[in-house]
T-cell receptor
Framework: GNSVTQMEGPVTLSEEAFLTINCTYT??????LFWYVQYPGEGLQLLLK?????DKGSNKGFEATYRKETTSFHLEKGSVQVSDSAVYFC????????????FGTGTRLLVSP | GAGVSQSPSNKVTEKGKDVELRCDPI?????LYWYRQSLGQGLEFLIY????????KSGLPSDRFSAERTGGSVSTLTIQRTQQEDSAVYLC??????????????FGQGTRLTVV
């Protein structure tokens, strides 16, 4: 079945550092890929998405590129801020009919001033 | 309402007791999902409702778990004879239609269930 593997955390960075959170997936066909973020005390919210190979999703300075050849969707940000401290979840959904979101285990990011 | 609302936000229960968790989806959203978030694990799919169709219960971990959705709106997740391994954060999400490349799922803040 479909699955998502993402790097374990926590990831600890200083403000303005470069961020990469790795995500790889296993799926049949061509899934849609997502990054969700969970800020402290809040519910999960969609950060960005990509629906086909080579698409780049971007939002709030974060980017991720759908790489079919490496089955990856790594999350990057050039300069993190303290306010980016949160848990980040990589997820996928297949195509056709109801396809539930399949999530990775989440990666906690801690950014210090 | 403005977003997906879940209640209670926290629930502590004794082992063996039954609990009910409530989810109010965004008005007009036909799809509703329940997920479970356990420490150190990802979000585990539990059940999915879409309109008047039969729910997809394939993720329910045992027959102690059940869910219903009344009038296509509010949903209740019931856990009977709770066990300590049921301790987790239970998340509800809703979307306009089934999740796809064009449809976003909106999550509630979850109910943290602790079984002692």
């Amino acid at each position: 079945g479909n699955s998502v593997t993402q790097m374990e955390g926590p990831v600890t960075l200083s403000e303005e550092a470069f961020l990469t959170i790795n995500c790889t997936y296993t799926a049949t066909g061509y899934p849609s890929l997502f990054w969700y973020v969970q800020y402290p005390g809040e519910g999960l919210q969609l950060l960005l998405k990509a629906t086909k190979a080579d698409d780049k999703g971007s939002n709030k300075g974060f980017e991720a590129t759908y790489r079919k050849e490496t089955t990856s969707f790594h999350l990057e940000k050039g300069s993190v801020q303290v306010s980016d401290s949160a848990v980040y979840f990589c997820a996928l959904s297949g195509r056709g009919g109801f396809q539930k979101l399949v999530f990775g285990t989440g990666t906690r990011l801690l950014v210090s001033p | 309402g403005a977003g997906v609302s879940q209640s209670p936000s926290n629930k502590v229960t004794e082992k063996g007791k039954d609990v009910e968790l409530r989810c109010d989806p965004i008005s007009g959203h036909t799809a509703l999902y329940w997920y479970r978030q356990s420490l150190g694990q990802g979000l585990e799919f539990l059940i999915y409702f879409q309109g008047n169709s039969a729910p997809d219960k394939s993720g329910l971990p045992s027959d102690r778990f059940s869910a219903e959705r009344t009038g296509g709106s509010v949903s209740t997740l019931t856990i009977q004879r709770t066990q300590q391994e049921d301790s987790a954060v239970y998340l509800c999400a809703s979307s306009l239609a089934a999740v796809s490349m064009n449809t976003e799922a909106f999550f509630g803040q979850g109910t943290r269930l602790t079984v002692v």
